[in-house]
């Protein structure tokens, strides 16, 4: 094992041979043996297997070559001419080493040396400790950071005073230091110029300064640079296995909306169904071939709800496409309550600014709420039309209590008395409204990276999102929003939505003032939307009969 200090990596190897070198940190060599680079040892791994990359590893921890002339060449065909620009030793130094032999270990004088080890440390923590440089992402290059500190960057645009690590594994460069003009036009130069110097290796961030002790003297936050290789900061493809997942979900979806329309039907369902649904007592199932007689009734419903998310979705793209932004395929999550929880959609490439993040996030929410809402209300006026009572369904009044808005918007059109009873004769048309727009409102909950919390991060900042999520978990685990689907739908979010978005390249400019007002309006109708309605208010408008409860 060595010792880490200054910067260097001193070295005693097992079978007794000491040398020394000097690694670089961010070095894309070896500090084994510095003979490979680490793009070699990637090729080599992923052309001989997992086998041929472990004893490579051995042959340099053992201080000796095992590999013989024909693996040496074939390493060299696959890598071609290495090309790095990482410091080497003086010829001094490497005299030193051939004759390390001749000396004894005691007579260094530079750092104390760990005791040699057995060869099962040799064998398999090595292997282990240096598997994650060696498959890890690419590091953005020393070399090409000295470029860019020479040529990208200066008195005229941005003066860099010092370097920090960037990214989730700290494997790109952030520069800070003193803007020197409007932040938007300096990113927009520092782009060209980059892609004129690197072509399109390096993606540029405008990130806000982290722990900045102030604001930038011509207003708003300090900013700083971050720098990241495109295949480490791009995301990755969609894979077969995923458009499998996607497939098998979207069926799922697809028999959970089917159920959500039989369950609609409940005063029409058979007594042994009715009781193994609602019975928590009951056991065994009913013989499920008592349903078929209600697929067909049931499939207007389904095709409701199931629009109403695709609607969604195709929001989401609409709004994306113009912006150059890719977006994964949709993964329906099913749910037997609403007919569904939504949908994860990811994005495929890095969002410009946050004024696209704002609005590809929205676009989803706000197009399956329109359509929504507009099933609700035609379903409303056809609940009160003598002329298609065959097609209406009688559902429990107290579900109607479920959402402040949507109860006092049925109360004004059904009427107290309609409301005020045990069962309510509706078109199927309310309840894929009513599903459809409590959907919504829970995608826009501004947590994690919901379609709420991409806007909220978009719009307010990162801080904002973290206070707001804290304030949404806090309801949801005290029941205050959301009813009976407020643990669901939180354990959804603990699990698949709760990491916040990444950020964008252009992650400082503001999104504007008309889009916070229209992002807190719809903050305020999702929190009415997702709201109970309280016992006594519900007793006092006829929002359902109390009293049945």
């Not at 009781?275 to 065994?284: E, M, R």
Request: aromatic share 10%; with cysteine.
């Amino acid at each position: 094992m060595g010792t880490l200090s200054n910067f260097s990596f001193v070295s005693t190897l097992p079978n007794g041979c000491n040398f020394r070198r000097k690694t670089q940190i961010n070095s894309t060599k070896c500090f084994l043996c510095g003979e490979f680079s680490l793009k070699k040892r990637r090729r080599l791994f992923l052309k001989g297997g997992f086998g041929r990359f472990n004893s490579v590893i051995r042959s340099c921890y053992n201080g000796k070559d095992d590999r013989n002339d024909e693996d040496i060449k074939s390493a060299g065909e696959i890598d071609g001419k290495e090309n790095s620009n990482l410091a080497t030793m003086t010829q001094a130094e490497k005299n030193s080493d051939d004759n390390a032999d001749d000396s004894p270990p005691s007579t260094s004088s530079r750092l104390p040396t760990v005791p040699p080890i057995g060869p099962a440390y040799s064998n398999f923590q090595v292997d282990s400790f240096k598997l994650m440089e060696l498959l890890g992402p690419e590091r953005v290059d020393p070399a090409d950071v000295k470029v860019i500190k020479d040529k990208l960057f200066g008195y005229s645009t941005f003066w860099v005073t010092r370097e920090e690590p960037f990214g989730d594994l700290e494997e790109g460069v952030l520069f800070l230091g003193n803007l020197r003009g409007k932040r938007e036009d300096v990113y927009a130069k520092l782009q060209r110029q980059l892609a004129e110097i690197m072509g399109n290796k390096y993606n540029l961030f405008m990130v806000e300064e982290p722990n900045s002790e102030g604001e930038d003297p011509r207003g708003g936050p300090r900013v700083s640079f971050g720098m990241l290789r495109k295949e480490v900061s791009e995301p990755g493809q969609t894979t077969l296995w995923q458009y499998v997942i996607a497939f098998l979900l979207f069926l799922l979806t697809i028999g959970s909306s089917v159920e959500l329309g039989i369950a609609s039907q409940i005063n029409r369902l058979p007594p042994e169904v009715v009781k193994y649904f609602t019975d928590p007592n009951a056991v065994d199932p009913p013989d499920m071939q008592l349903l078929v007689p209600f697929v067909d009734s049931a499939l207007p419903l389904a095709y409701g709800v199931l629009g109403i998310q695709i609607f969604h979705e195709v929001g989401h793209f609409l709004a994306a496409f113009p912006r150059k932004v890719k977006l994964s395929i949709p993964y329906f999550i099913p749910n037997i309550t609403l007919g569904n929880f939504g949908a994860i959609t990811q994005f495929k490439s890095i969002l410009p600014d946050r004024k696209a993040k704002v609005d590809i996030s929205l676009a989803g929410p706000f197009a399956g709420a329109a359509l929504s809402l507009s099933m609700f209300t035609v379903g409303l006026l056809l609940s009160t039309n003598p002329s298609v009572a065959g097609d209406l369904v009688q559902v429990p009044s107290i579900l109607f209590q479920g959402s402040l808005l949507l109860g006092f918007i049925s109360r004004g059109f059904l009427g107290y008395t309609t409301l005020h009873a045990a069962t309510v004769p509706i078109h199927p048309l309310v309840i894929a409204g009513w599903c459809g727009l409590t959907t919504s409102a829970f995608n826009l909950l501004p947590i994690g990276c919901l379609d709420g919390g991409r806007a909220m991060q978009g719009a307010f900042g990162k801080g904002a999102l973290i206070a707001s999520g804290l304030a949404t978990y806090t309801l949801l685990g005290l029941g205050l929003l959301g009813g009976p689907l407020s643990l669901p739908w939180g354990l959804y979010v603990l699990i698949c939505q709760r990491d916040p978005e990444k950020p964008c390249l252009n992650d400082v400019t503001e999104v504007g003032i008309w889009r916070k007002a229209i992002f807190v309006s719809a903050l305020v109708l999702v929190v009415l939307t997702l709201l109970p309605v309280w016992d006594e208010l519900a007793e006092e408008f006829g929002i359902g009969l109390v009293t049945s409860l």
